[in-house]
């Protein structure tokens, strides 16, 4: 089928839309007016808006290359957008520095040999917690120029 938001063909439909554009609308996501070539603007949030599709994320990197199939650098080019310029949201970046200071505190506190206790029921946040971050430490060291 061919999802009715993004124009995307796809295989499986998700209340008749793509993955993406339902994971998108489902967590509250709005489409905007399209910025003006070489301006960069953020909605309420915060989040950058995408000039192809109007829609904000807190990293435009990846939702281009992932639903534009273009690299950022590309997408600035594009839209005649300096390269410097900032496409990934501040808080985004603040929270990932302070996550990664807390990770970091984490491990510190393991190896000095004290256990850093879990209450019940909160196993399951803090794993998810780690995971999403060591991805995110993965991908910063895989690729320290992207954004
Ligand atoms: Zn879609
Ligand atoms: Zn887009």
Request: charged letters at 35%.
């Amino acid at each position: 089928m061919v999802c009715p938001k993004c124009g995307k063909i796809t295989q499986r439909s998700y209340n008749g839309l793509c993955q993406g554009c339902y994971k998108y609308f489902k967590s509250g996501g709005k489409v905007y007016s399209l910025p003006e070539a070489g301006k960069v603007e953020h909605d309420e949030s915060g989040k950058v808006i995408c000039h192809i599709c109007g829609r904000s994320y807190n990293r435009l990197g990846s939702h281009i290359r992932e639903s534009h199939s273009m690299t950022i650098e590309e997408y600035k080019a594009e839209f005649g957008l300096c390269n410097r310029t900032k496409t990934t949201e501040k808080f985004y970046s603040q929270t990932m520095r302070e996550n990664a200071y807390k990770y970091d505190m984490d491990k510190r506190l393991l190896e000095a040999g004290k256990s850093t206790r879990i209450k019940k029921g909160e196993t399951d946040k803090r794993k998810n917690k780690k995971v999403r971050l060591q991805e995110v430490l993965e991908k910063r060291n895989r690729g320290k120029k992207e954004n």
